[in-house]
């Protein structure tokens, strides 16, 4: 069912300068006896300045404040005049007052645009007389989005006007006039007034005007001022991949970020974040901050409230957060009020969720022919009907229409899954205030159904931030967001048992009774009544700040940030029972699924309470003189964490329908629980220093204390250095006339970074009891009695992992910044890692942690992108490209081997790891002369290489302890994306793509394994294609899977070289097609702008992986949806 919605949509340009710089003096710069600075939260400015041209004076308002300045012809003799100037902390009005009295120049203030002139009676006189005519005309970016407030004036007269917030304008002017078009940041333009009355002016960015400030830790910096290596991404293009959750809307955007999932499951988070590399074999995921505090999750913010995120990818950049930031650190700044009218915007979407790709089975013919071909070929004696008869082969299908009972042929997936799940965002925001208060609000809801009936999630999400100027040394902020989520599922996941189901085993009985399945392996049955799981979510957070200014250059601000994350579950697992198929009455037996028996009914609710406080007083000092530039800042941080989990349990209900605790049986009860709590102090400081604009320096240095760790161990110093030469900037390069060359930075870094996130331990120098019930013989009875055990063994001397990093970068643009470049080469060294030390199993501990390995990482980083535009038509597009190798140099510990991969000193961290497979044996004599696994082996199985043995030298044998050998990295190479943008007129276009360039795949046994677990499905992609005795020798030479065996299945499916394969994709992530309505349509009904669009999400990926499956889709998880959307967006 369809349902209409309706959703706006408001796009607005933010000069980023703004919203950066509310709670910091921006210093101007001082030339001569000229000093100008100006307070940029309130307003104000000090101007020092004596025997200073009044053109010197307006030209360093203009550079360093959001004002502009447009002259009259007949003022430019007068602004060569001297004059002498002094007020503190006044607005512009004083300082123009002034001026005027010194030099009877006349001014026009408008917004943000200010009109010099002198008076002129004859003149003004002679162009009233002249005849007049009525100019229009629309004035826009080079995207095509309108310029509010640009100044439109006639050359050499003050007549004058600025546009709306469409960019529309309207003058009385004469002809032959010329009108001259200005805004801040972008180049002013010219037009002659001829015949035409009506029109287009395009303005372009001006790369000296144009300063980009990027969010690092707890400050802000211009970006053509950044030594450390930082990407930057805007909120609008996070919320235009259209993503429920912002993790994923990170995949491809950043370079030197890896953004993996696993499936695409209603809510679901991007399985794993990871910053240039793999830092530690722990937790090797990015520290998250959230407007300056830490944050658990990043998808507790939603994307339609981010400004913008900066990453912070090396020492120099992350190491203020000191021991949280070896692996990196995401900053997100929210959206904050500005100082205009209350703007309203509604958006809302409705979509679809469509599988993309699912794993193709063979037909019931050929599962019966397989099977028995199988059990032939393990025992040739038997002949070849051994499972099926040969009248079951040939007449399955015909039978089954007259006996399904029988002759069952299920197709699991159409019988359990529907063809699309519905989804829909609502989202209102509200923003706007005065000088004293200015606000930022917002409120969404999401909702996105399963792909079976009963999965589905709904959140929402609220959040205000508030601004307060109280007096002009005196500020705060107090900032709230609430979050709430709900997610319902099965308590049974069907994906995995439902593509191993073949199509011969029954989900019901022809009267609609549940059947047997295989066994008792009935995935339909589980999923329709083995029982729900709801799970509650519910963060509350907030933050208030209070900023105070003692003198000019130095605020000082104190914030407290708590948080509180709850969480509820609660699951019932029902007794499903199946019946017999000539006997409703008669039990067969219970359903299993997933290692579990659904034999009684039973309740298990969990709770988890977390809550955390963040105090933070941080001092900054700005100053410059001359040609330098200096910032300074200090700060103390204290994080507080404590936690508790609860867990009750009861079974054996009778009454179903009441799922509550009380209801369940005593006798049958289960009860745990457990807490924790943790604390750090730091301390940090930051010396940025400038020289003309083109010799940069920072030092940053941060004192950590964690109580993780034993007094005496527990403390750490991480500082880190970088410098950055802009030569763009020199005179030997002007002197050069390199036009095509805009912009030419160097950079360089080097640091340490801390990491103390070893899981969930959070006293592992401690000696943990844990407490349980055990059974004991007392007085002729067995009772229950409270025990207590040391589970761990108490390692005092741990300390922190410490990672060294080293980065050299390079910035270029070209062809005036419209072609812009960034690379970066970089490599850590991480020592100290925290590993679990194996001692002996007779101690009864578990293996405690300890200081036990090292690990390097090396890598590029590389960042392209094209913005231009031909009249009307305005495209761009930006690519980045990244790579990295992570190597485990020391291991205390002997060789780590799981999932078929190895942790080993000397190679590449998680290589593959198995046997060098040298194909299909073809002939017996093969089998006979070679070395073999087992004595089973025979022609059709794989044939591995004897690498060595005992004596370290090939022995004639295939061992698992003398043949295994690393085979490749298991991590991706050259992960890549990008985005591609068009407008013409009201018509807009994006598209988004990501992807990897190389990386060595597994085939694993859910993709190519026929008959897993001796009944499993057999996949499409093997029929055809594996070794038979039935095939002729030219065919069996071609054939790309072993035979059919379950004798020698451990062997032909081990982990081997014969398996991997190149798993190098592309995907495009998004594409989203709008048009915006004229503005003289919507205006009669009081809407500022209205905007239409269809977007599509994950429409298509391209790879080498095996027919229906996707390179992000786990083997028994969530498939990859396709998401189709369509949404209206409208400004009030």
């Known amino acids: 069912m369809f349902k209409k919605t309706t959703f706006l949509h408001l796009k607005k340009r933010i000069n980023f300068l703004g919203v950066m710089s509310i709670f910091l003096m921006i210093p101007c710069s001082v030339f001569g006896e000229t000093v100008v600075k100006w307070n940029a939260e309130e307003n104000l400015f000090t101007v020092q300045a004596t025997n200073s041209t009044v053109k010197d004076i307006l030209n360093y308002i203009e550079t360093h404040s959001d004002y502009v300045f447009v002259y009259s012809e007949n003022v430019q003799k007068v602004l060569n005049n001297k004059v002498s100037i002094s007020v503190v902390n006044r607005k512009i009005d004083t300082i123009l007052k002034e001026l005027s009295t010194q030099t009877k120049l ?202 913008n995120i900066s990453v912070l990818k090396d020492a120099a950049a992350a190491s203020i957060y000191g021991a949280k930031a070896a692996a990196g650190v995401i900053l997100i700044t929210t959206k904050r009020g500005s100082q205009s009218d209350l703007n309203l915007t509604y958006t809302g979407e409705f979509g679809w969720e469509i599988p993309t790709k699912q794993p193709s089975m063979v037909g019931v013919t050929r599962y019966l022919e397989m099977n028995n071909e199988l059990l032939y070929n393990d025992n040739p004696g038997g002949g070849l009907f051994q499972l099926y008869t040969s009248d079951q082969v040939k007449n399955w299908v015909k039978y089954n229409k007259t006996d399904p009972n029988n002759y069952p042929i299920v197709n699991w997936r159409d019988l359990m899954l529907n063809n699309s799940a519905p989804r829909q965002t609502h989202t209102v925001s509200l923003s706007g205030g005065n000088k004293s208060v200015r606000t930022q609000a917002s409120l969404s809801y999401d909702e996105v159904d399963g792909l079976y009936d009963g999965r589905g999630f709904q959140r929402y999400m609220f959040r205000v931030n508030n601004d307060f100027t109280i007096n002009d040394k005196l500020s705060a902020t107090l900032d709230v967001n609430i979050r709430h989520a709900k997610n319902r599922n099965s308590i049974y996941d069907p994906f995995g048992d439902m593509r191993k189901m073949p199509a011969v085993y029954p989900a019901t009985w022809d009267d609609g009774r549940l059947a047997s399945g295989k066994s008792g392996a009935n995935p339909y049955g589980l999923l329709l009544y083995g029982g729900r799981t709801v799970a509650h979510s519910t963060q509350i957070g907030g933050k208030a700040a209070l900023n105070f200014k003692p003198f000019d250059g130095l605020s000082l601000q104190a914030i407290v940030a708590p948080f509180i994350n709850y969480q509820k579950n609660k699951k019932f697992r029902n007794q499903v029972s199946y019946t017999l198929m000539d006997n409703p009455d008669a039990i067969g037996g219970n359903l299993e699924g997933g290692g579990v028996t659904y034999s009684t009914n039973e309740l ?348 370290g030298v090939p022995d004639g044998k295939i061992s698992a302890d003398y043949d295994r050998v690393p085979l490749g990295n298991s991590l991706p190479r050259f992960q890549y994306g990008g985005n591609i943008h068009a407008g013409y007129k009201g018509i807009d276009l994006s598209v988004a793509f990501q992807g990897i360039g190389k990386q060595n795949a597994y085939l694993t046994k859910e993709m190519v394994q026929p008959l897993r677990d001796n009944y499993g499905n057999i996949p499409s992609i093997v029929d055809g294609n594996y070794w038979s005795p039935f095939n002729t020798a030219e065919e069996n030479a071609k054939a790309k899977y072993p035979r059919l065996s379950q ?86």
Request: glycine share 8%; aromatic share 12%; net charge negative.
């Open 106 to 307: 006349e001014y026009k203030i408008s917004g943000r645009q200010v009109i010099i002139s002198m008076p002129q009676v004859d003149k003004t006189q002679q162009e009233i007389n002249k005849k007049n005519v009525k100019v229009t005309g629309n004035v826009a970016d080079e995207n095509g989005e309108a310029l509010i407030g640009a100044s439109v004036m006639v050359k050499g007269s003050t007549m004058g006007t600025i546009t709306d917030i469409d960019g529309n304008f309207s003058l009385d002017a004469f002809k032959g006039a010329t009108l001259l078009i200005s805004y801040i940041g972008y180049t002013s333009q010219e037009t002659s007034i001829d015949n035409r009355t009506s029109f287009k002016i395009v303005l372009k960015e001006d790369s000296k005007t144009l300063e980009e400030v990027v969010v690092i830790g707890y400050g802000t910096v211009k970006k053509k001022d950044l030594t450390g290596a930082v990407a930057a991404v805007k909120g609008d293009d996070l919320v235009a991949k259209k993503t429920t959750t912002l993790s994923t809307a990170l995949q491809g955007s950043v370079s030197g970020m890896m953004v993996r999932r696993d499936n695409n499951a209603p809510g679901a988070s991007a399985s794993s974040i990871h910053v240039r590399g793999i830092t530690t074999m722990d937790n090797s995921e990015p520290l998250i901050i959230v407007d300056g505090v830490q944050c658990d999750n990043i998808d507790y913010v939603n994307s339609n409230d981010v400004e």
């Open 604 to 951: 298990t609710e969990e709770r988890k309470d977390n809550w955390h406080v963040t105090t933070q007083v941080i001092a900054n000092y700005m100053k410059s003189f001359g040609k330098h530039d200096i910032t300074l800042m200090a700060g103390y941080e204290n994080y507080v964490m404590k936690k508790e989990e609860l867990t009750a349990g009861r079974d054996q209900y009778e009454l179903t329908q009441y799922p509550y605790l009380n209801i369940g049986p005593e006798d049958y009860m289960a009860n745990s629980g457990t807490g924790s709590e943790y604390t750090s102090n730091s301390v940090f400081g930051r010396a940025i220093y400038s020289y003309a604009d083109r010799y940069l320096f920072q030092a940053n240095i941060r004192y950590d204390g964690s109580s993780r760790f034993a007094s005496q161990y527990r403390w750490g110093t991480f500082p880190s250095f970088s410098a950055g030469w802009v030569v763009s900037e020199e005179k030997f390069m002007k002197n050069a006339n390199i036009d095509w060359l805009s912009f030419l930075k160097l950079r360089t870094s080097w640091g340490m970074l801390g990491n103390e996130r070893i899981g969930d331990n959070y006293f592992p120098y401690m000696a943990l009891m844990t407490f349980n019930n055990a059974l004991f013989y007392k007085d002729g009875a067995v009772v229950s009695e409270k025990t207590a055990a040391q589970r761990n063994l108490a390692v005092e001397d741990i300390t922190w992992e410490t990672t060294t990093s080293t980065d050299i970068g390079v910035d270029l643009g070209f062809l005036n910044n419209r072609l812009r470049v960034t690379a970066d080469y970089y490599w850590k060294k991480t020592k100290d890692m925290l590993l679990s030390i194996e001692i002996p199993y007779s101690m009864g501990y578990a293996n405690p942690k300890n200081n036990a390995g090292k690990m390097s990482t090396t890598g590029f980083d590389l960042e392209i992108s094209w913005n231009d535009r031909i009249n009307d038509f305005s495209y761009g597009i930006s690519a980045n490209l990244s790579d990295f190798k992570s190597k485990i140099d020391y291991l205390r510990n002997s060789d780590i081997i799981s999932d078929g991969k190895v942790k080993r000193a000397g190679v590449l961290f998680n290589e593959w790891y198995g046997y060098v497979c040298e194909g299909i044996y073809q002939t017996q004599e093969e089998v006979d002369n070679s070395a073999t696994l087992n004595n089973q082996i025979t022609v059709g199985d794989l044939k591995y290489k004897d690498i060595s043995g005992p004596d």
């Open 1047 to 1132: 004798v020698n299945r451990d062997s032909n499916y081990a982990t081997s070289s014969f398996w991997l394969f190149n798993g190098a994709y592309f995907r495009l992530k998004n594409v989203t097609l709008g048009y915006t309505l004229p503005s003289v349509w919507t205006q009669k009904a009081g809407i500022k702008k209205v905007r239409l669009y269809v977007s599509a999400s994950d429409l298509f990926c391209i790879s080498n992986y095996p027919e229906g499956w996707d390179p992000e889709m786990g083997v028994s998880s969530y498939p990859i949806t396709t998401s189709l959307l369509f949404g209206l967006s409208v400004n009030f």
